[in-house]
């Protein structure tokens, strides 16, 4: 599975923004839908952090605290993507956001990664 994120940039605060992860190499759209799919991200200096996290069927969301009211997670398994809309987003809000997914399991702040995905960078500054 390869997962490939987009979507990073240079926004200011109080902006807008939407990444995407796109899931290839397996042929199955079957397995595809069994994957339970997250967001993590690492700020310079400090450790990767969860973000927020899809259960396979895209019905059913987790958050971290810090971004919970503030980010979007839907999952599109007709798509094989899973996207992450940040509002209101502050210069804390500054990392490297990482697309991340695992098989048949869900994913939290502590369950492991199967698959990671490479990152995409959001600055926010004024």
């Known amino acids: 599975v390869q997962l490939q994120a987009s979507g990073g940039g240079l926004v200011q605060p109080g902006d807008s923004l939407r990444l995407s992860c796109a899931v290839s190499g397996r042929p199955s759209s079957k397995y595809i839908s069994k994957l339970a799919m997250a967001w993590f991200r690492q700020a310079p200096g400090k450790e990767r952090e969860f973000v927020a996290a899809?259960?396979?069927?895209?019905?059913?969301?987790d958050y971290a605290a810090l971004v919970k009211g503030r980010f979007t997670i839907s999952k599109d398994n007709a798509r094989n993507s899973v996207y992450l809309q940040m509002n209101s987003l502050t210069p804390e809000d500054t990392a490297v956001y990482y697309c991340a997914a695992n098989y048949a399991r869900p994913v939290d702040a502590s369950s492991g990664v199967d698959y990671w995905g490479k990152g995409t960078l959001v600055t926010v500054s004024s």
């Open positions: 899809a259960r396979s069927s895209g019905d059913y969301a």
